[in-house]
Every structure is written in C-alpha cells, then in structure tokens.
C-alpha cells in the first residue's frame, strides 16, 4: 500500500535539512577561522622570530666595532700538564690567546664577565651572569626581551675562581647566531680540523685557553652540567662518563686536577643537547 507524506513530514524533513545545512556551515566556517588563525599565528611567530634575529645581528656587529679582538703569543702558565710529551696538549698550548678588553663590553651591560671565541664557528661573543639561569634565556645584550637570549655563565659559576666545572649556556637559533653554529662541531669538516679543538675565554683580569676533549649529544638531563663534585672519586666517575660520551675522533687526556668547562646548547625541540667540553690548559694573567 502506497504511503503519502502528509504536509507537515513534509515540513520536519525541510526544517531537518535545513538544520543539517546550517550546522555544517557553522562547522565550515570554525574549521576555516581555525586555519586562519593557525595561519596568521604561523606568520607572527616566523615575523617575531626574524624580527629577534635582526635585533641580535645588529647588537653583535656594534660589539664587534666597539672592541678589539686581539691575538696574544705569549706562553702564559702551562696548567696540568701531560707526563705523556707526545699529548696534543703541548700542540695546543703553542696557540696565541685571543685579548679582548671588557670593560668598553661593561659600560654597555654590568653583567658582562668574559668573552667566548671558538673557531670555525659563529661563537664570539660577550659572556653574561645574573642571579639565575633564566633571564639570558628570553633577555639579549642589551637587556630588552628577545628570545634568542644571550650567551651566560650559570649563576652557581664564578669565571675569576673556576669550579671543577664551568658551564655556559645558549639558544641553538636557526640563523647560527648564538650557538646556532655549535651543530657545526658535529659535521666531518670541523672534526677533521685539529685547530678547532680549542676554546678561547678572555676576562677582566686573564686569558684562557681550553682543550676540547669531549663532543656529544644527549638528551636533557643535569649530570652534565654538575658544577662540583663532593670527592675526588666522585669526579673522577663524571670526568669518565662525559670522555665516554665522546663521538669526536680525539683522545685527550683529563683527570680530577683539571678545571672542566662545558659548553651546553639544544640541538632540537624534543630536549635533545649538544655539548662540547674542554679542559683549562694554559692561562694568562692581565
């Protein structure tokens, strides 16, 4: 038997559809204010992001106007020296220091306690120290917010009365400023350079010259970044984790008599670390 829709199913089926149609266009419209608002968030953060960049490649240019970076060949004090003569240490401590004055870079910021220069890298920068180990993190040279940070000294450290490990701190920017270059320690063409394998630090009152003799990557952690160590078997395990963690083509000799400095940076998003450390091998007082 042939049923007929009477007028008023009629009715419900079209105010039915005409729900359907009105809740997809609602739906529609959340999904392309959604993209929208993905969209434009993308784009403020890339406009921030190269806006930050631009303010620290021009705060680094004026710092390199304004002060000299000069090479020192002078022997300075041997620190720890190998028994061993054939040690790439007494290769290295041939190298000149690098001078920089510091007190034209602490009229500009009273935080300033150092200069950092390693080669083959875009690091040469001023190094700064507060109270804590997070105003660097979102703060540049010249104090105002930016999130490529700066270069700093963890605030437990003291750079005129090394601990058994200095550790300095930066953001791994994309551009290379900061220690964005540091990924380059980890390609064959700077491993394969024995020149490289030195960090320079220059302070108020001395020279330093440091001999890398680990690079590696791990994920997040603190044992790493230990500033002092309660005995000297408790060092001696550290400095036997962090040579073992080694990935670059060296064997350099360390032990508890020698003052660690540990260069920390992140090498992706998920936590990961890049980390270069080295051991004081000579010094020269101002």
């Known amino acids: 038997m042939?049923?007929?829709?009477?007028?008023?199913?009629?009715?419900?089926?079209?105010?039915?559809?005409?729900?359907?149609?009105?809740?997809?266009?609602?739906?529609?419209?959340?999904?392309?204010?959604?993209?929208?608002?993905?969209?434009?968030?993308?784009?403020?953060?890339?406009?921030?992001?190269?806006?930050?960049?631009?303010?620290?490649?021009?705060?680094?240019?004026?710092?390199?106007?304004?002060?000299?970076?000069?090479?020192?060949?002078?022997?300075?004090?041997?620190?720890?020296?190998?028994?061993?003569?054939?040690?790439?240490?007494?290769?290295?401590?041939?190298l000149p220091f690098i001078d920089v004055n510091c007190d034209t870079l602490l009229?500009?910021?009273k935080d300033t306690i150092g200069y950092i220069h390693i080669n083959n890298t875009n690091v040469s920068y001023p190094i700064l120290q507060t109270d804590n180990n997070i105003y660097y993190l979102n703060h540049s040279f010249d104090k105002k917010r930016n999130k490529a940070g700066w270069i700093y000294l963890d605030y437990k450290n003291d750079i005129n009365n090394l601990s058994d490990n200095t550790v300095i701190y930066g953001h791994a920017r994309f551009d290379g400023t900061m220690f964005g270059s540091l990924k380059n320690v980890l390609s064959d063409y700077w491993l394969k350079n024995k020149d490289n394998y030195v960090i320079y630090i220059s302070t108020f009152k001395e020279n330093m010259l440091f001999q890398i003799f680990s690079i590696y990557t791990i994920e997040k952690e603190n044992y790493y970044i230990k500033t002092s160590f309660d005995?000297?078997?408790?060092?001696?395990?550290?400095?036997?984790?962090?040579?073992?963690?080694?990935?670059?083509?060296?064997?350099?000799?360390?032990?508890?008599?020698?003052?660690?400095?540990t260069l920390s940076t992140c090498q992706n998003n998920h936590g990961g670390r890049i980390v270069i450390q080295a051991k004081l091998i000579k010094r020269q007082m101002k």
Not at 238 to 251: F, G, H, V, Y
């Open 2 to 94: 042939k049923k007929y829709m009477t007028m008023e199913d009629f009715l419900k089926t079209q105010t039915t559809n005409k729900d359907k149609k009105k809740r997809k266009n609602i739906f529609d419209h959340l999904i392309a204010i959604g993209c929208f608002s993905i969209i434009f968030f993308s784009l403020y953060t890339i406009f921030n992001w190269c806006k930050d960049n631009s303010k620290i490649k021009q705060l680094n240019k004026n710092i390199q106007q304004s002060v000299d970076i000069l090479e020192v060949k002078d022997k300075g004090e041997a620190i720890n020296p190998p028994v061993d003569m054939n040690s790439n240490y007494y290769y290295y401590i041939k």
């Open 107 to 109: 009229k500009e910021n």
């Open 231 to 261: 005995s000297d078997t408790e060092k001696r395990e550290w400095l036997d984790t962090m040579k073992e963690r080694n990935i670059a083509p060296i064997s350099t000799e360390v032990n508890i008599d020698d003052k660690i400095l």
